[in-house]
């Protein structure tokens, strides 16, 4: 049962446009989310999260926006850079249960 | 040393062999946690521990072998393992406890490999 999905194995996009990739999930009783992460050979690293009463957390060039009722989360990267090439994980999670993560997005920044 | 520290980075082991996983955390945190990644698929959790007690064990088969002997340290024992358990493993730790919905700390992984 998997309850978060990112459905778009990977994106390019070239420097200095955005990045816009997306995260739906299924159960209503998530309450926070998060956006992580990895480089290759790396574990993955927190980049942004959200908690359920808001609807949009921006930090520098990263904004996550979330749609309680299309159950629908979105990571936005602008301008994207070369560096932001790497897989990026959406995960949620329900007060008192696990982590549910996606299969991630595959990003690739192209100068 | 800061952060999670994941050894070995890289593993190969025969399904007759016997290996362990270590994790150690530096930062604190009263949770522990095991991440299987497989290729292409959403990272599983397998074990988790929260202040040295196993909280959730999520039907992970009896040949992985966790302990925690200390909210720092954290392992992870193989043994009889089958080909399809090659992956990405993963030791995550949070500061609170489960359930508190805090963002988790990861290590670089042990890319484990079954012959």
């Known amino acids: 049962d998997q309850q978060v999905k990112q459905n778009s194995p990977s994106l390019s996009v070239q420097e200095g446009r955005i990045s816009i990739l997306n995260c739906d999930y299924t159960?209503?009783?998530?309450?926070?989310f998060l956006w992580y992460k990895k480089y290759p050979a790396e574990g993955p690293t927190f980049l942004i999260s959200i908690s359920s009463i808001k609807d949009k957390n921006e930090d520098g060039r990263f904004t996550v926006f979330l749609n309680k009722s299309a159950k629908h989360l979105s990571l936005h990267i602008v301008p994207s850079q070369p560096g932001d090439s790497a897989v990026y994980f959406c995960a949620a999670s329900e007060r008192n249960n696990d982590m549910r993560f996606g299969a991630g997005t595959r990003l690739t920044v192209k100068p | 040393e800061t952060g999670v520290t994941q050894t070995p980075r890289h593993l190969v082991m025969g399904m007759t062999n016997k290996k362990s996983l270590k994790c150690e955390q530096h930062l604190g945190h009263n949770a522990m946690y095991w991440y299987k990644q497989s290729a292409k698929k959403p990272l599983e959790l397998m074990f988790v521990?929260?202040?040295?007690?196993?909280?959730e064990n999520n039907s992970v088969p009896s040949r992985f072998s966790p302990e925690c002997p200390n909210s720092s340290h954290l392992f992870l024992h193989l043994h009889t393992l089958q080909p399809e358990d090659s992956a990405l493993y993963l030791c995550a730790s949070s500061e609170g406890q489960v359930g508190s919905s805090e963002k988790l700390f990861f290590g670089s992984g042990t890319q484990l490999s079954v012959l």
């Open positions: 521990y929260s202040l040295e007690e196993r909280v």
């Open positions: 159960n209503s009783m998530f309450d926070y």
